[in-house]
């Protein structure tokens, strides 16, 4: 189907985007890459009357890698993850999660931003945010704010933005050099959204596990951290046995419903075989 009738806008400053999403009340969309939003005016499951484009924001392109943090500008896509020469270095477990992300097309037009605000639950990238506990910066009329990826994603696109805010960045803590992880997830199709996926990192801890993080994306609302699953494998070393614990736990820690891709119980099991592998691969 073709779009619904709808205003278009291109604005060159953040301070003009806010203002227009501010003056429609709700009424107005802001356009990324596409990717997403498109499709859902062609299905009509979304019909703004305003679509505010961000194409003229450089500001938003912005990638930064320092000490503290790895910066990536809502605007930057996918494919600028992927081809950066030190971001693959930088954030080796973000890298390897956007490889997964779609298809090249999808890649080549796809913004962080973008997946953030859409908040699919099979996501890529809200599954590596909330693993490695990243902050989310949002502009609107009352200024900036930071929103930690914990508090973000309320449900199936769902999010704690307001509808005069635009996700500017996103900020992940700086990833130690010596960091181990590993990111797995399956999906029927390449390029499909994955039944379920798991990111997972540690530290060494002379020979033990430490700082563990696990996430999970496809098996709930939203993406999850496994708590459960960091408790049994923090403090140890990661062999046979606490690699069985932890996808006993995944499994257990998780109920996600039948659909039409696949049975409930099919993904808890699904789950516990990623954390296996997503462990392996971290090793
Ligand atoms: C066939 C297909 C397969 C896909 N597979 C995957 C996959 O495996 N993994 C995956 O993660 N994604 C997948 N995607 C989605 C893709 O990654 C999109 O890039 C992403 O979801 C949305 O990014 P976008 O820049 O295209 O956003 P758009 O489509 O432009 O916008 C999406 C939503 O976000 C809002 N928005 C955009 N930018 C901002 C901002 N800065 N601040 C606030 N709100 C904003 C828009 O108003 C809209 O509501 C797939 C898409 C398709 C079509």
Redesign the pocket.
């Known amino acids: 189907m073709k779009l619904p009738p709808l205003d278009y806008a291109c604005p060159t400053s953040l301070a003009e985007a806010v203002g227009l999403l501010a003056s429609h009340d709700g009424e107005a969309?802001?356009?990324?890459?596409?990717?997403?939003?498109?499709?859902?005016l062609a299905f009509r499951l979304?019909s703004p009357a305003l679509l505010v484009d961000?194409r003229k924001l450089p500001d938003?392109r912005r990638i930064a890698i320092d000490s503290g943090a790895v910066t990536l500008g809502?605007?930057v896509?996918?494919r600028d993850i992927l081809g950066h020469p030190q971001l693959p270095a930088a954030h080796p477990l973000l890298a390897r999660a956007v490889e997964?992300?779609?298809?090249y097309q999808?890649?080549n037009?796809?913004?962080v931003?973008?997946?953030?605000?859409?908040a699919?639950p099979?996501?890529?990238?809200p599954c590596i945010a909330v693993t490695c506990e990243a902050s989310i910066v949002?502009h609107g009329q009352a200024g900036q704010r930071t929103i930690a990826a914990a508090d973000f994603f309320h449900g199936p696109?769902m999010t704690a933005?307001k509808s005069d805010?635009?996700?500017?960045e996103i900020r992940f803590p700086a990833w130690p050099a010596q960091r181990r992880s590993g990111f797995c997830e399956f999906?029927r199709r390449r390029?499909?959204?994955?039944l379920a996926g798991v990111a997972v990192f540690f530290d060494d801890d002379n020979g033990k596990a430490a700082h563990v993080h696990v996430g999970a994306l496809g098996v709930a609302d939203t993406p999850l951290r496994l708590g459960a699953v960091e408790k049994v494998l923090e403090g140890k070393p990661i062999d046979d046995k606490a690699i069985a614990g932890a996808e006993a736990a995944a499994s257990a820690a998780v109920d996600p419903p039948d659909d039409i891709h696949s049975t409930g119980a099919y993904r808890k099991t699904l789950l516990g075989v990623m954390v296996e592998r997503a462990l392996r691969s971290a090793l």
């Open positions: 969309k802001l356009l990324a890459g596409g990717q997403s939003l498109v499709p859902m979304a961000l938003l809502a605007m896509r996918w997964q992300v779609a298809h999808i890649r037009r796809g913004t931003g973008g997946s953030l605000a859409h699919d099979a996501a890529e990238l949002a696109l933005l805010e635009i996700v500017t999906a390029g499909d959204f994955a």
